[in-house]
C-alpha cells in the first residue's frame, strides 16, 4: 500500500511529526486497508488550556491521533463509535456524501445515543483538505469535538513533501449556556431591529462579564477602534489554540533544515476569523477548502470559520524557528505553532500582537481562480438569501426566520442553482452549504469565476453569490458557520430529489 512508496526520508519525517504531533494524521489512512472499516471514537478528555485542566472532546482514530485521512478514491467506511456521556452527531465537512449519512440531526439522522455506533460508508470524489465535527450545538463544537479529515492524491502521497496540519480553535473556560446567556443579556428586554438597511441607533452595550457587543453607529461612543464594516468579535475568548495549545505553550514541528512543507490549515474556532501570517516565510496558497486554485504568493492570508487554506512554503536553506501564527481578526490576539529545524533556537512569542490584525473581507476572494471551474452555464434558477438578525435579542436568520420556521430552499434535480446571499446585518457570516462544492461567481453583482469551495465570507452589507449544480439529491443544511450564530437559527436547508 501507500506505506511501500515512503522513501527512507519521508519515513524519518513522518516519525519526527508524530514525536512533534504533527504528522499523525496520516497514520490512520495508512494502516487501514480501504476496504476495512476503521473506527473513530468520539471522547472525552482533559487538556491543559493556559495552565488549567479542563474537560473537552475529541474525535480520534485507533492510533489515538485525531481525525482521519484517507487517499481519493477510497471509500469512507467509518464506525463511528459515541463514547461521549450524552448524544452526539458527526458532520464529514466538505464531503459530498449520500445525505442520509451527512451527519446533520434532523436533516440527515437523530443524533447516536451515548454508547451508540453507525457505520457510514460512501464513495470519496476529491481529495483536499476537509474536516469533521459535531453538528448537534455549538456546546460540543466549543469543547473541541471536531477533527481533520485529509485525503490526499497518490501524486500528493509520493511528493518529498512534509505536511503540517494546524487546527484553530478559539476557547472559553465559560460554558456556551452562559455565554449565549450574556449575549441575549440586557437586549433581550430592549429588542432593537436591525433591518435591511442596517440602520440602528443604539451605541455599544457593555454586557457583564466583559463580553463586549458594538452596535452599527457605535464606533465613536464605543471608544473602540472600529474598522470599517461593522462588528467583529462579539465574544471574549479565553483562549485560541493551534492543535489544542495555546502561544504559552505552542506545539514546535520538526522540519528538515530545507526541507519542502506543505500546512493544511483548518479553521475549527466557532466563532473567530483569523488572518494567517507567515512571518518571515514566503508561502504559496494552492488550495482553499481542499479545492486546488492558481496559486496565490504571500506572506498572509485570511481564513474564515469553517475554511481551510493549503499553503506551500519555501523555507530558507539555513534552517531555523519559524513561527507560522493564526491572528484573531481585528484584534491583537493571536495563536500559532512553530516550525523548527533541528537545534533551532525557539523564542517566546507573546500572546497579544503589537498591532491589531486586519479584517478578513474579499479582497483574496476576489482574485482566486479555480483549478476547475463549473462547466459555464446559465442559472436554471436564482434564489435570493437574505441573511438578518437583530443583534439585541441575539437572534441571526436566513430568509427572515429562525431555522424550523424558514422555508427550506427547493430546486429540482439537475438545475444550475444560484444563491444570491445578501447580508443585511453588521457581522460578517461564513455561510456553508452541505451536500455540493460551490463555486462563487459574484461579489456585489461583479460576476466572475472565482474559487470552488464550500464555505464563503459574507461580510457585513456584502452580496455573494455562489452556484451549484443539483446533482447529489437529499436535504442539506445551508446555514452561518459562526457556531452561536446557527445555534440560534441562522440556517435553513436546500433540498430536491
Ligand atoms: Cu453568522
Redesign the pocket.
Known amino acids: 500500500m501507500a506505506g511501500e512508496r515512503i522513501s527512507r526520508r519521508r519515513l524519518l519525517r513522518s516519525t519526527m511529526g508524530l514525536i512533534a504531533g504533527a504528522a499523525a494524521y496520516r497514520v490512520a489512512g495508512r494502516t487501514a486497508l480501504a476496504a476495512e472499516t476503521i473506527s473513530l471514537d468520539a471522547v472525552t478528555r482533559t487538556i491543559e488550556v493556559k495552565g488549567k485542566a479542563v474537560k473537552a472532546y475529541a474525535l480520534r482514530n485507533a492510533s489515538g491521533a485525531p481525525g482521519l485521512s484517507f487517499t481519493v478514491g477510497d471509500a469512507f467506511k467509518v464506525r463511528l463509535n459515541n463514547r461521549l456521556a450524552e448524544p452526539t452527531l458527526v458532520h464529514w465537512h466538505g464531503l459530498t456524501p449520500p445525505s442520509a449519512q451527512d451527519g446533520v440531526p434532523e436533516l440527515s439522522q437523530a443524533p447516536l445515543a451515548a454508547g451508540a455506533s453507525y457505520d457510514y460508508d460512501f464513495p470519496l470524489k476529491l481529495p483536499g483538505t476537509y474536516w469533521m465535527h459535531s453538528h448537534v450545538g455549538v456546546a460540543q463544537t466549543q469543547r473541541l469535538l471536531s477533527a481533520p479529515l485529509i485525503i490526499r492524491t497518490p501524486e500528493e502521497l509520493k511528493r518529498d513533501e512534509q505536511e503540517v496540519v494546524v487546527r484553530l480553535n478559539d476557547f472559553s473556560f465559560r460554558d456556551t449556556e452562559e455565554i449565549l446567556a450574556r449575549l441575549r443579556g440586557p437586549g433581550a428586554e430592549a429588542p432593537m431591529k436591525m433591518d435591511q438597511a442596517g440602520a440602528s441607533k443604539t451605541g455599544a452595550m457593555k454586557m457583564p462579564g466583559g463580553a463586549q457587543m458594538n452596535m452599527p453607529g457605535s464606533a465613536k461612543s464605543s471608544g473602540m477602534a472600529m474598522p470599517a464594516g461593522g462588528d467583529v468579535n462579539d465574544i471574549d475568548f479565553d483562549a485560541y489554540l493551534a492543535n489544542d495549545r495555546s502561544l504559552t505553550d505552542p506545539e514546535v514541528v520538526r522540519i528538515e533544515r530545507g526541507g519542502r512543507v506543505r500546512l493544511r490549515i483548518i479553521n475549527m474556532a466557532d466563532s473567530t476569523n483569523f488572518i494567517i501570517d507567515l512571518g518571515a516565510i514566503n508561502g504559496e496558497l494552492i488550495a482553499v477548502d481542499g479545492q486546488p486554485i492558481a496559486p496565490v504568493p504571500g506572506g498572509k492570508f485570511p481564513i474564515a470559520m469553517a475554511q481551510r487554506l493549503d499553503i506551500r512554503l519555501a523555507l530558507p536553506a539555513g534552517g531555523g524557528a519559524f513561527p507560522i501564527l493564526a491572528l484573531r481578526e481585528g484584534d491583537t490576539a493571536r495563536t500559532g505553532v512553530v516550525l523548527a529545524t533541528s537545534g533551532a533556537k525557539i523564542a517566546r512569542i507573546a500572546e497579544l500582537g503589537k498591532a491589531k490584525a486586519g479584517i478578513v473581507g474579499l479582497d483574496l476572494e476576489g482574485k482566486l481562480k479555480p483549478a476547475e471551474p463549473l462547466p459555464p452555464r446559465p442559472a436554471d434558477r436564482s434564489v435570493d438569501v437574505l ?1 438578518g ?1 437583530d443583534m439585541a435579542k441575539y437572534v ?1 436568520t436566513m430568509n427572515g426566520e429562525v431555522f424550523g420556521k424558514n422555508q427550506p430552499i427547493r430546486v429540482a434535480a439537475g438545475e444550475r442553482v444560484e444563491l444570491v446571499m445578501k447580508n443585511a ?1 453588521m ?5 456553508h452549504l452541505h451536500g455540493t462544492v460551490f463555486q462563487v461567481v459574484a461579489i456585489n453583482g461583479r460576476r466572475f469565476a472565482g474559487a470552488r469551495r464550500d464555505t464563503v465570507m459574507v461580510p457585513p452589507m456584502a452580496t455573494v453569490t455562489i452556484a451549484f449544480d443539483a446533482d447529489n439529491p437529499g436535504r442539506w443544511a445551508y446555514h ?3 457556531g ?3 445555534e440560534v437559527g ?1 440556517m435553513t436547508s436546500v433540498e430536491y430529489s
Request: charged share 0%.
Open positions: 441573511l438578525g441571526w446585518t457581522m460578517s457570516h461564513p455561510m452561518c458557520h459562526n452561536y450564530h446557527q441562522m
